[in-house]
C-alpha cells in the first residue's frame, strides 16, 4: 500500500484479511510523524480551526495510534504522509460532529413511527416553540392580573371546547397521565378491568404493572374475548376505586366477543358512585371518517358517553407534542392536580407553547388537514403519491447505478401507533433490488448505506426488496440531495 492510497483506509484496520507483510518488509516506527508535525500541516490547521485544539490534537492521536497498529499488524507496506493522517483526522472529526438525533426520512409506511419520533408538527407549532426557548414567557404567570398562574390555563380552554369535557390537565405524555389517574382516584384501593382489555402497548407500558406502581390492586373480570355487564357489576365493593375501560388500540380480539360498552359501564360505576376512566391511547380530535380512514373514537365522544376522565396522547393521531392528556370532571381534576405527582410529570414551557398552537389549528376543521403534517399525510391518495413515484424512479436509479433496479411499486402503509392497527391506507413506492443474481447481503448493504448518509433514509425490505414507501415524503429535493451523497456497498 503506498502513501498516496486514500487516507480512509488507514481507518479501516478490519478490512479483510490478506497476507501480512513481513516484519522486515514493514515501515519503521521511528518515522511516523509526530502528532505537532501532523497538527502544522495544512489539514491540520483546518481541523483545529473547525473541531478547535483539543478535539484535532485527540483525533491525530487516534489516528497515529490506528497507523501503528496496521503497521504492526502487517497490514502497511508504507507510511501515510502527515498530511493524509490529518485528513484521516477531520474526517473523523466530521463524522463524529454528526448529531446523534438528527432528522431522518421516515419511508417506512409507518405514518406515527414510535422509534421514529411519531408525529411531526405543523410549522405554526414550531415556530411557537422556537419563540419559548429564545424567550421568557407567561409560562405561570397571569398577565392581566401581574400574579402568578397556572401552566395548564394555556390550553384548558381550547381542551374544554374541544372535548366537552368540565376541565382538563396536561402532562408528560400518556402513560403518566394513566398512572397519576390511576394513584389519585385509586391508591390503596381498586381498579375493576376486563382481562380483555389488560394491555401491553410495547416498551414496558403493561397496564397491570402500571396499576401496581400507581398503588392500585387490580381486579380482573370477564374473560379474554368476553366480558358482560354482570362481571362488572359483581366485582364492584366498598374497597372498589375506579373502573377502568383502556382501549384496545394495538389490537382486536374477533369472533365470539363481547365487550360492555362505554355507555353501559358509566351506568354501572355510576349506580355504585365510583368513576369510570376511559384510557383512549391515540384518541383523536377529528373524524378519521371524514378522511375516509375508519371510525377511531373521538375524545369528545369518549365525554358523552359519560366516563367521569378521559386520558390519550399529544403525540398520536392529535399530531402534537409528546404530551398526555387527563379531560373530564372538574371535581376529579382537581384532586389529579394536587398530586404531588403531578408536578414530577409536568410539561416544559417549549412544548406547551408547541401544544398550545396545534390545538389552535382544531378550531378550523376545514383546513386542519392541510395544516397539521399527520393528518395531511393520512390523507394522501395513492394516485398522488404513485406519480410522485414515478417521477422519482428515475433520479433515483441514477443515484444507484446498474447493481439496483428501481420500479414504482403499489404498498400499503398504515397508521402506527397503535390506532386502526387493522386498517392500511393504500400507498405507493419505491421497490429497490438487486440487478444480478438475488443478493440479500447486497440489499441489507444498501439499506446500511442509506442510513449512513447526511440525512438518513429508512425503509423497510420486504419480500427480496427495500421498499421505500413516499407517503412521508414531502421534502424530494432534499431527499435526492441527501441520496447523491450516498457510497454505494462494494
Ligand atoms: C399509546 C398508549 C398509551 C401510552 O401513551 P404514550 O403517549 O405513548 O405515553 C397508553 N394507553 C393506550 C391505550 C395507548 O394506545
Not at 500500500?1 to 481507518?11: E, Q, R, S, V, Y
Not at 369535557?165 to 402513560?175: F, P, Y
Not at 441489507?444 to 433514509?457: F, W
Request: net charge negative; glycine share 8%; aromatic share 2%.
Amino acid at each position: 500500500m503506498d502513501a498516496d492510497t486514500p487516507p480512509a483506509d488507514i481507518l479501516a484496520p478490519d478490512m479483510p484479511a490478506f497476507e501480512p507483510i513481513a516484519p522486515e518488509l514493514r515501515p519503521s516506527l521511528r518515522d511516523l510523524p509526530s502528532v505537532d508535525l501532523v497538527l502544522r500541516t495544512p489539514g491540520g490547521q483546518l481541523a483545529v480551526d473547525r473541531f478547535g485544539r483539543l478535539p484535532a490534537t485527540l483525533a491525530i492521536r487516534v489516528a497515529l495510534d490506528e497507523v501503528r497498529a496496521c503497521v504492526l499488524a502487517g497490514q502497511l507496506a508504507s507510511l501515510p504522509t502527515p498530511d493524509h493522517v490529518a485528513l484521516a483526522a477531520a474526517d473523523a472529526l466530521e463524522h463524529g460532529a454528526r448529531a446523534s438525533l438528527r432528522p431522518v426520512f421516515n419511508l417506512t409506511g409507518t405514518v406515527l413511527h414510535t422509534n421514529l419520533g411519531r408525529a411531526l408538527l405543523a410549522e405554526e407549532a414550531v415556530e411557537a416553540a422556537v419563540a419559548a426557548m429564545r424567550s421568557a414567557v407567561a409560562l405561570e404567570y397571569d398577565l392581566a392580573t401581574g400574579r402568578r398562574g397556572e401552566r395548564d390555563d394555556h390550553v384548558r380552554e381550547l381542551l374544554i371546547d374541544l372535548t366537552g369535557a368540565e376541565d382538563a390537565t396536561v402532562v408528560n405524555n400518556n402513560a403518566a397521565a394513566v398512572l397519576l389517574v390511576l394513584n389519585t382516584l385509586g391508591a390503596g384501593r381498586e381498579a375493576v378491568v376486563s382481562r380483555g382489555e389488560l394491555i401491553e402497548i410495547g416498551g414496558a407500558f403493561r397496564m397491570p404493572d402500571i396499576m401496581a406502581r400507581a398503588g392500585v390492586r387490580l381486579v380482573e373480570v370477564g374473560t379474554t374475548n368476553r366480558t358482560h355487564p354482570k362481571d362488572y357489576v359483581g366485582a364492584l365493593t366498598e374497597a372498589t376505586g375506579l373502573v377502568l375501560k383502556v382501549h384496545t388500540s394495538n389490537y382486536r380480539i374477533e369472533g365470539f366477543t363481547r365487550e360492555v360498552r362505554a355507555v353501559e359501564l358509566a351506568e354501572i360505576a355510576h349506580a355504585r358512585g365510583v368513576p369510570l376512566v376511559n384510557d383512549l391511547g391515540s384518541g383523536t380530535l377529528y373524524d378519521l371518517t371524514r378522511l375516509g380512514l375508519a371510525h377511531e373514537p373521538t375524545v369528545r365522544e369518549a365525554v358523552a358517553e359519560g366516563a367521569d376522565i378521559v386520558t390519550f396522547s399529544g403525540d398520536k393521531l392529535l399530531g402534537g407534542p409528546q404530551t398526555g392528556f387527563i379531560v373530564g370532571r372538574a371535581d376529579l381534576i382537581e384532586a389529579i392536580n394536587r398530586n404531588p405527582m403531578k408536578r414530577a410529570l409536568r410539561v416544559d414551557k417549549v412544548r406547551l407553547a408547541a401544544l398550545e398552537a396545534t390545538l389552535r389549528l382544531y378550531r378550523d376543521p376545514e383546513r386542519l388537514a392541510a395544516r397539521l403534517p399527520t393528518l395531511r399525510l393520512l390523507a394522501r391518495g395513492r394516485e398522488a403519491i404513485a406519480s410522485r413515484a414515478a417521477a422519482l424512479a428515475g433520479p433515483v436509479a441514477n443515484i444507484l447505478g446498474e447493481d439496483f433496479t428501481v420500479d414504482v411499486a403499489l404498498c400499503a402503509s398504515q397508521i402506527g401507533s397503535g390506532a386502526l392497527p387493522l386498517e392500511t391506507l393504500p400507498s405507493a413506492g419505491l421497490a429497490i433490488r438487486p440487478a444480478g443474481a438475488a443478493s440479500g447481503g447486497l440489499l441489507n448493504a444498501l439499506a446500511a448505506s442509506l442510513r449512513d448518509i447526511p440525512v438518513p433514509v429508512v425503509g423497510r425490505i420486504t419480500e427480496g426488496a427495500l421498499l421505500l414507501d413516499l407517503r412521508c415524503l414531502e421534502d424530494e429535493a432534499g431527499f435526492l440531495d441527501s441520496l447523491s451523497q450516498l457510497v454505494l456497498p462494494a
